[in-house]
C-alpha cells in the first residue's frame, strides 16, 4: 500500500500468499487475504515503529483477557479454570511470566517487570513475527494466547476458542446469533491462518 515491494522471508511464507492471490476472481478481495494484510503490516507498519508495536503487545497483558475469571454461574467458572489455568501456568513456566489473576471484570494491575518481560519478548522477534504476535494479541485479546500461538504451544484455532469461553457458554444457553456467528467463523480463519504464518516463518 505504501509502494514497497511484497518481499517475505521465507519461501514457505511467499507460497501462503500466492496462494491467497489464487483464490481471488475477477475482483480482489483484500479481506479474503489476511496473510497478505498482515505482511503489508509487517512491510509498512512494523519495522519503523517496533518498540511501539511491543508495547501494544504489553499492553494487552496489562489486562489479559485469561487473568479475568467470571464470578459466576459455576459452571463457566469451572471452564475458564480448566481451560484457562493450564495455560497461564505454561507462561508462568516457560516465559516466566507471573500475571496476577482476578474475579470480575475491576482492573487488576500487572508487574511493571512482567509487562517489561512481554516488550521484552516480543522485540526477540523479526518484523514479520512481531507483527504476527501483535495481531494474534489483538485478536484474542490475550498477549498470553498469542504468545503461545507464537511458540506453537497452542494453535490459532484453540487459541481464538480460548478467547470466547464466556460468549461459547451464552451461546449453550440463550443460542447462536447468525450474524454473530459468521463474525466468529471469519476470525477463527484468520487465527487458523497464524498457524501457517509463524510456521513458515520457521521454515
Not at 511470566?97 to 519478548?121: N, S, Y
Request: with cysteine.
Amino acid at each position: 500500500p505504501q509502494g514497497e515491494s511484497l518481499e517475505l522471508p521465507t519461501l514457505a511464507l511467499a507460497d501462503i500468499i500466492a496462494a491467497e492471490w489464487a483464490g481471488q476472481g475477477e475482483h480482489i478481495v483484500l479481506p479474503d487475504m489476511p496473510a497478505t494484510r498482515l505482511a503489508h503490516t509487517a512491510i509498512d507498519a512494523v519495522g519503523p515503529t517496533r518498540e511501539a508495536v511491543a508495547a501494544e503487545v504489553a499492553t494487552y497483558a496489562a489486562s489479559d483477557l485469561l487473568c479475568y475469571f467470571a464470578d459466576g454461574p459455576k459452571a463457566l467458572v469451572e471452564r475458564q479454570v480448566s481451560h484457562w489455568g493450564p495455560v497461564l501456568a505454561w507462561a508462568e513456566r516457560d516465559l516466566n511470566l507471573h500475571l496476577k489473576r482476578t474475579t470480575g471484570i475491576i482492573h487488576q494491575p500487572q508487574a511493571p517487570e512482567t509487562l517489561d518481560l512481554v516488550r521484552a519478548l516480543a522485540l526477540r522477534l523479526d518484523d514479520f513475527a512481531l507483527a504476527g504476535l501483535a495481531y494474534g494479541a489483538g485478536l484474542f485479546g490475550s498477549a498470553v494466547l498469542a504468545l503461545a500461538v507464537e511458540r506453537g504451544e497452542l494453535t490459532g484455532e484453540a487459541a481464538f476458542d480460548l478467547s470466547r469461553l464466556d460468549e461459547a457458554f451464552q451461546e449453550e444457553q440463550w443460542g447462536v446469533d447468525y450474524e454473530a456467528a459468521a463474525r466468529t467463523a471469519r476470525m477463527r480463519a484468520e487465527a487458523g491462518m497464524l498457524d501457517g504464518w509463524f510456521a513458515a516463518l520457521k521454515g
